[in-house]
């Protein structure tokens, strides 16, 4: 299942997780009808601050957003039997876990594939040190003819990050 996070900022410890969007992927096929996006409430930050000109989520938005122990729940039901595929995945399973640590006083203990990690194999085995933008998920969509999408909303780059998948697979790139 893609799974893509926005946050306040890159660091779990530091930062607050805002929203989370999945796409079931089985197979070569992508699962509309069980994709979701939940905007976590958060009670305990004044301000999204300036992460909110990246993801464009509000304050108010976030103010009324879920509970975030169940928008977590949300996503741990979603996922329950499926792996989690992410863009940068150390991003999804770093906040997911200290979510869970949080809410659930157990960590996130999930399988999960990279598309970036695959994508930078894909160029490393070609004999060439891919850029940091070259990895990027609008990067690597545009590498494979896929569609410019709107970036920094989970849903959509949990969307972007799945179709990525399925195009690193029609292009035969082995899977890590």
């Known amino acids: 299942m893609a799974v893509d996070v926005e946050t306040t ?14 796409v079931p992927v089985d197979g070569a096929e992508i699962i509309l009808g069980g994709a979701g996006h939940v905007v976590l409430r ?9 992460s909110a000109t990246l993801h464009g989520l509000t304050d108010d ?7 975030p122990a169940e928008a977590v729940a949300m996503v741990l039901r979603a996922l329950t039997g499926r792996r989690l595929l992410a863009h940068f995945a150390d991003m999804e ?9 949080r809410h659930f006083g157990a960590g ?10 695959r994508e930078f194999a894909r160029i490393s085995a070609a004999g060439r040190r891919p ?10 969509r545009a590498g494979y003819g896929l569609p410019a999408t709107r970036a920094h909303h ?18 035969r790139v082995p899977r890590r």
Do not use: K, Y
């Open 9 to 22: 900022g890159l660091d779990p410890d530091a930062d607050h997780l805002l929203s989370i969007g999945w």
């Open 42 to 50: 958060r009670e305990d930050m004044d301000s999204v601050g300036e």
């Open 61 to 67: 938005m976030v103010a009324s957003g879920e509970d």
């Open 93 to 101: 399973l770093g906040f997911l876990d200290r979510a869970c640590r």
């Open 108 to 117: 996130f203990d999930v399988p999960a594939d990279d598309t970036m990690t």
């Open 131 to 140: 850029g940091r933008d070259e990895l990027r998920l609008w990067n690597v």
């Open 154 to 171: 989970a849903l959509n780059d949990a969307l972007a990050c799945a179709e990525v998948w399925l195009a690193q697979d029609a292009h």
